[in-house]
């Protein structure tokens, strides 16, 4: 039965245009755009990935680079139809275990968010409902999904509070958010995304709002339960530091686009774009001895409605005069392999880029 | 002692700034229709130190710790409840309003939020010159002339003079900010995590600013941070506090190389680093278990001992002083680390040290594997193909 409900008329059509992947999910040329009155905005325009279960993609950038964006596009959530019309342009592919999400029907995509593909938010405070005990929203949560009594519901709403390492879970489970503290939160929606065991997780900055020590709790408890439930996460955030602790992957996005992606390693160590040179310097790091000056990157963000023409990092960029003809200023570059599942989007040559790095940046990390 | 405010170059640098005593901060709270006073939250609880001309003190803690409060106790936009401030070898914890004003000159603040620290009808003229309105002080060649100066060595077009706040990002308001702070030619600079509401490459560039206008004026600063990294890089000596004291305050290096509060190496453990290839290294992360005590009735004793590992009894019933163990570092920790025990008599531990803390070796693949539903994924076996599967085509 499910089966079929899977197939719909309109699921059909897109799987026969476009074979269907391999990867457990994939994004394909996704653009997200909204038309406002001073322009369209494009906050993610043409991003392509995959991630395969147990697995953790970073997502990296800076704020209005197109992080979120992009998470809330992957859970549907741009799409909202009840309005009449959609508020976002949405376009591209988004396969999530052989269905292609965008073209689905919003009431199939509506039955796997949840279930399929959950989200934890940056701010549980604004995320969990203030008139509902903690209790009551997971129950709600599992009950969605699941045809179970309440009685069994609650059981299941204690034992994933308990998973998460809340203290008295059986006592808590009838607590108002206000009565926790920003970890306990934190921990509580945690538990609320997790308690139908999705396969894909998103965390959008989790730990962003909370303290150092607690921070590094919750980053614990995610890797803990990705190994324990082994799904694959995506961890949006525009700390290093937290995607150094848990990312396989890391994207790096500015501008609405991604500039640099590959294993964590050689974004770390070999990095090819000249942003994310800039992101590593502008890190004070406690491992490494003090250095005097911090290297930041010139300039502020770009506007998502009037993107510099060419590299939209180029305004930005001190390398931007290395390439010839301009071209750093007339032609968006496209990501080229530089190494092993590694791609950077940038202008100049791989020996260009290698040398900089070697001589110019690395030493003075 | 008392030392004669003589403009800016009045205090040679090495000497004592600011000096802080005992200082206090509980804010009431009341209930019922009398509004009797039915407890308090000891927010700051008795705290000592000392700014030196020419430093930068860093505050480093938890939320609630008291770091900001302590910030506007100094700054006298709260009143303290108890202690001491005395800036330049001068009482001013009483003073009043019009006492206060002339010091205003000399102490200044940098604000967390440059959304809601600029006034949005004024243009950054009206903001930065409003320091000489107020103080009665016309600068030479006039104040529109000193506030686009101003607006250059903050780094910022002396033509955006008309701008209004709302025309400008966020990094740039914080310059906005901080030009404003110096206007008067300050001599101590309290910044309230001046960097936090900025992206990275943005805070960066603040970052660098202050500590360039430290070089070019001279400045005094007491920055108040959450992240330990950006502390680390701007001060000179930094204290950490805990619920309203300071349970450690050292210079730097020795702090980060050999923290000897439990409290203060934890944190720093939790810290993380932006290094792949330490999940898979041998090191170890403290993790502290549960949260931070209400300040309403902080834990007797040792503030720190409901969730510290090397907590003993002596530790639920005295207080720790502040004391100088090491030349230049002070703590208050009955069982430090990285020195000698304060209290060796005491070694049993409590029954809540033993399971205060979690060590976790920070590296997800140096735990048994095979361990329950982990299994069920390809991650181990089939490292390679999933490596494979996760590059993307083309």
């Known amino acids: 039965m499910t089966e079929l409900h899977k197939s719909g008329a309109a699921v059909g059509e897109v799987v026969d245009a476009s074979p269907a992947p391999t990867a457990f999910l994939e994004v394909r040329d996704l653009k997200v755009h909204f038309p406002t009155d001073d322009g369209v905005v494009k906050s993610v325009d043409g991003l392509n990935f995959q991630l395969e279960r147990g697995r953790t993609l970073g997502i990296v950038g800076e704020s209005g680079s197109g992080k979120s964006v992009t998470s809330l596009g992957i859970m549907g959530l741009h799409t909202a139809g009840q309005y009449g019309k959609r508020r976002a342009r949405i376009s591209g592919e988004i396969w999530l275990d052989g269905t292609e999400l965008l073209s689905a029907d919003p009431d199939h995509v509506r039955k796997l968010r949840g279930r399929e593909m959950a989200m934890i938010f940056q701010d549980p405070l604004s995320a969990l409902h203030p008139y509902y005990t903690i209790g009551h929203q997971i129950v709600e949560a599992y009950r969605v999904h699941h045809d179970v009594d309440k009685k069994t519901a609650r059981r299941r709403a204690v034992e994933m509070l308990d998973r998460v390492g809340i203290p008295q879970p059986d006592k808590r489970v009838d607590s108002y958010p206000h009565e926790f503290s920003g970890g306990m939160r934190q921990r509580a929606m945690i538990a609320m995304s997790l308690v139908n065991n999705p396969e894909l997780l998103i965390a959008d900055e989790p730990t962003t709002a909370l303290d150092v020590t607690v921070q590094a709790q919750i980053l614990d408890l995610i890797r803990d339960l990705q190994k324990e439930f082994g799904s694959a996460v995506i961890i949006i955030t525009h700390d290093l530091g937290v995607v150094a602790e848990l990312a396989d992957d890391i994207l790096v996005m500015y501008g609405g686009r991604c500039v640099e992606r590959g294993p964590a390693e050689k974004v770390f160590y070999e990095p090819r774009h000249p942003y994310t040179w800039g992101l590593l310097g502008s890190m004070p790091r406690l491992d490494r001895e003090q250095t005097d000056r911090l290297i930041p990157v010139k300039g502020s963000p770009p506007s998502l409605i009037n993107l510099p023409s060419g590299c939209a990092f180029n305004p930005r960029c001190p390398y931007a005069d290395v390439p010839k003809d301009n071209v750093t200023r007339t032609v968006r570059p496209e990501l080229q392999e530089v190494g092993g599942r590694h791609w950077a989007a940038c202008h100049m040559t791989q020996e260009q880029r290698e040398r900089i790095w070697t001589e110019e940046i690395a030493p003075k990390l | ?394």
């Not at chain 2, 009398?34 to 030196?52: S, T």
């Not at chain 2, 805070?203 to 430290?214: K, M, P, R, S, T």
């Open chain 2, 1 to 394: 002692m008392n030392q004669k405010s003589t403009g800016t170059q009045g205090a040679a640098a090495g000497d004592v700034l600011l000096k802080v005593n005992g200082l206090q901060k509980h804010f009431p709270i009341r209930k019922g229709m009398l509004q009797r006073q039915v407890g308090a939250v000891k927010a700051v609880d008795g705290i000592d130190f000392e700014v030196r001309s020419g430093e930068t003190l860093g505050v480093v803690g938890e939320s609630g710790c008291g770091k900001s409060t302590m910030g506007r106790l100094i700054t006298r936009l709260l009143e303290p409840t108890a202690g001491t401030v005395e800036f330049e070898g001068r009482d001013i914890t009483h003073l009043g309003v019009s006492g206060m004003r002339p010091m205003r000159r000399d102490v200044q603040m940098i604000f967390q939020d440059p959304y809601s620290s600029l006034n949005p009808r004024h243009t950054i003229g009206t903001i930065v010159g409003a320091p000489f309105r107020l103080q009665g002080v016309t600068p030479e060649g006039g104040i529109k002339k000193e506030v686009q100066r101003l607006l250059e060595v903050v780094g910022l077009n002396p033509e955006h003079y008309n701008r209004y706040p709302h025309e400008f990002s966020g990094g740039q308001r914080q310059r906005i900010g901080i030009a404003r702070a110096l206007a008067l030619s300050p001599k101590l600079v309290i910044a309230d995590e001046p960097v936090s509401a900025l992206d990275v490459s943005i805070q960066a560039q603040v970052v660098n600013l202050l500590d360039d206008l430290q070089d070019e004026l001279g400045l005094t600063y007491v920055i108040i941070a959450h992240d330990l990294s950006v502390v680390r890089h701007v001060s000179d000596r930094i204290a950490v506090m805990y619920l309203g004291k300071i349970v450690e305050l050292a210079d730097r290096s020795s702090l980060y190389r050999a923290p000897m509060h439990p409290y203060t190496k934890a944190l720093l453990s939790a810290v993380p680093i932006p290094d792949p290839r330490r999940r898979s290294a041998k090191s170890e992360r403290i993790l502290l278990k549960g949260d931070v005590p209400s300040p309403i009735a902080p834990p007797s004793g040792c503030r720190f001992h409901t969730r510290c590992w090397k907590a003993t009894r002596i530790c639920t019933t005295q207080e720790p002083p502040l004391i100088e163990l090491k030349p230049g570092q002070r703590v208050a920790c009955h069982h430090p680390e990285n020195a000698e025990d304060q209290a060796p008599q005491d070694t049993q531990l409590l029954s809540a040290a033993r399971e205060a803390i979690e060590l976790v070796p920070v590296g997800r693949d140096e735990a048994p594997a095979g361990q329950g539903a982990a299994a069920a994924e390809p991650a181990t076996g089939s490292e390679g193909a999933a490596a494979e599967g996760t590059a993307s085509g083309e």
